[in-house]
Structures are given as structure tokens and as C-alpha cells.
């Protein structure tokens, strides 16, 4: 559907696990509005565990994020760690 998700990714077979996902946006920045900056917002937060599973077949891309994007999440999302 186009979103473009980020997560702690684990798989097996023709499935993908996504811990915590969260969906890539771009947002207003409250500094400058001529500027937007990158938010994260939480995926399937209904979802149990906080966990989706998706079949690969759904996915068009798979990437290691940028580390500004990684650390990002951690702080917010993950176990705190930045690297």
C-alpha cells in the first residue's frame, strides 16, 4: 500500500516479523514550515505484542536505515541503545 515501515525484522520462510513497526511520515517542522521533517508513527498499534506478521510477497524493498534514522528509532522505539 505504499507505507514505507521500519521495525526490528526478523524472518523465516515466506514470512517477515516486524517488532514495534513504525511507519515512515513526513510532518510540518514547528521551526520552519517551508521545511518537513521525518516523524515516526507507531504501525498496528492494536496489534498484540506490538508485533506484525507480513509475506514477503507484500514487500517491494528491504533496507538498512540510514544510522541518523536507526538511532532515531531506538531512542523512541527500540531498547535505547544508538549507535
Not at 526490528?8 to 514547528?30: A, H, N, W, Y
Request: proline residues 7%; negative net charge; hydrophobic residues 35%.
Amino acid at each position: 500500500t505504499g507505507e514505507e515501515v521500519i521495525g526490528d525484522v526478523t524472518s523465516g520462510g515466506s514470512l517477515i516479523t516486524l517488532k514495534r513497526p513504525c511507519v515512515l511520515q513526513l510532518m510540518p517542522s514547528r521551526a520552519d514550515p517551508e521545511r518537513p521533517m521525518l516523524g515516526l508513527v507507531p504501525y498496528a498499534i492494536y496489534a498484540e505484542n506490538h508485533t506484525i506478521t507480513i509475506n514477503d510477497e507484500s514487500v517491494v524493498w528491504m533496507s538498512k536505515p540510514v544510522d541518523e534514522l536507526y538511532n532515531q528509532y531506538q531512542k523512541a522505539f527500540g531498547s535505547g541503545l544508538i549507535i
